[in-house]
């Protein structure tokens, strides 16, 4: 069992930054892919970023793609989601989850192929 803890949302204004954090604790994540999910309300929950075990390899959705950037420090099994140039479209919940497939860029984007999802962290951008 793996228990993710999500911070560091907040209230910016558009154009500002955020830092968000993915706190693991329970097993090490360190030979895990992982994936950063949100969800506005009254939508559907939106893949934003994965990174592989290793760090070497991430995948973005094009709407953030220049503007985040996930990051990984498995020393401290915890999992990094800069953000930068916040729209107020990136208004939503963030949560991070653990991947439960290899690698594949068929399959990153699916919330369902994801396991042990955090409680999330609050993101709002002001106009």
């Known amino acids: 069992q793996v228990q993710l803890v999500e911070s560091g949302g907040g209230l910016v204004q558009a154009g500002g930054s955020l830092r968000l954090s993915c706190a693991a604790s329970g097993r090490t994540i360190s030979t895990t892919d992982m994936g950063w999910f949100r969800q506005a309300p009254g939508k559907e929950r939106e893949f934003v970023a994965a990174i592989n075990w290793s760090g070497s390899r991430t995948y973005y959705v094009d709407s953030v793609k220049g503007r985040f950037t996930i990051s990984r420090d498995n020393a401290r099994n915890t999992v990094l989601l800069q953000m930068n140039s916040l729209k107020p479209e990136d208004t939503a919940v963030y949560y991070c989850?653990?991947?439960?497939?290899?690698?594949?860029?068929?399959?990153?984007?699916?919330?369902?192929?994801?396991?042990?999802w955090g409680q999330g962290t609050q993101v709002t951008v002001s106009s």
């Open positions: 989850a653990v991947s439960r497939t290899p690698w594949d860029y068929a399959y990153l984007s699916m919330p369902g192929l994801y396991d042990y």
